[in-house]
C-alpha cells in the first residue's frame, strides 16, 4: 500500500480490501473519503483512494483512469527498459563468448601442437622435445589462468544481475508513489476548478 498523505477517517488497508472485493467505487464509512478501483480494462490493477468524495462520480472515474493509464505507461516504459537491457546482454555476451572461445584455442592449439610433434618424434633431440614439453607446460598454466578468471568472471556477473534485479525492483516501486501523487494532484485541482 502506499501512501502519499494521510486520509481523513483512518483509511486502512482493509478498507482497500473490501473495495477490491466489491470492484466498484466506494466511500468509507464516514462518508470523508473516495475509494476508486484502477481498471484498465477489465483487469484492476489495485485503488485509489482520495479524500475529496464531493467530486462528481465522473470525475473520480476519469481520475482512475487516469491513474490506470500512468500505470501502464509506465509498465511499458519499463517493459522496454529491460528489453533493451537485455539485448544489450545479449550482445555483450555474444562478445565475450567469441573472445573467451579464441582465448581458450589458442593454448589448446599450442599444446596439441606440442605433444602431436613429441608423439611424432618420440626419439627426436632431447632439447627439441624439452622445449615442446615447456610449450605445453606454459600454455597448461596459461589455459588454467584463463580458466581461473572465466569462473571469476561469470560469479561477478551473478553478482551483479542480483544487485541490478534488486535496484531495478525499488527504482519501479520508488516511480510509482510519485507518479500516482502526481496525477491526482493536477486532475483533483483542475476537477476542482472546473475543468
Known amino acids: 500500500m502506499y501512501r502519499t498523505a494521510a486520509v481523513r ?3 486502512g488497508e482493509h478498507d482497500l480490501s473490501e473495495a477490491a472485493i466489491r470492484g466498484g467505487p466506494s466511500s468509507t464509512l464516514d462518508q470523508r473519503a473516495a475509494i476508486l478501483p484502477i481498471r484498465l480494462g477489465s483487469q484492476q490493477l489495485g485503488n485509489l483512494a482520495l479524500n475529496d468524495p464531493d467530486l462528481a462520480p ?3 472515474e476519469g ?3 487516469l491513474v490506470a493509464v500512468g500505470l501502464e505507461r509506465a509498465r511499458a516504459q519499463e517493459l522496454a527498459e529491460q528489453i533493451e537491457a537485455s539485448r544489450q546482454s545479449e550482445k555483450l555476451r555474444t562478445t565475450l563468448i567469441d573472445a573467451m572461445a579464441h582465448e581458450f584455442k589458442t593454448p589448446l592449439t ?3 601442437g606440442a605433444t602431436s610433434s613429441l608423439l611424432a618424434s618420440p626419439d627426436g633431440p632431447l632439447d627439441i622435445r624439452k622445449e615442446q ?3 605445453a607446460d606454459e600454455e597448461a598454466e596459461h589455459l588454467r589462468k584463463l580458466i581461473d578468471d572465466a569462473i571469476e568472471m561469470a560469479l561477478s556477473l551473478i553478482r ?3 544487485a541490478y534485479k534488486i535496484k531495478n525492483l525499488q527504482r519501479s ?3 510509482m508513489v510519485p507518479l500516482i501523487f502526481l496525477l491526482c494532484s493536477r486532475h483533483c485541482s483542475m476537477a476542482s476548478a472546473g475543468f
Do not use: D, E, H, Y
Open 110 to 112: 599450442l599444446i596439441k
Open 63 to 65: 481520475i482512475a483512469s
Open 133 to 135: 614439453l615447456s610449450i
Open 58 to 60: 465522473p470525475v473520480l
Open 160 to 162: 551483479i544481475s542480483r
Open 173 to 175: 516501486q520508488a516511480t
Open 9 to 11: 477517517g483512518g483509511l
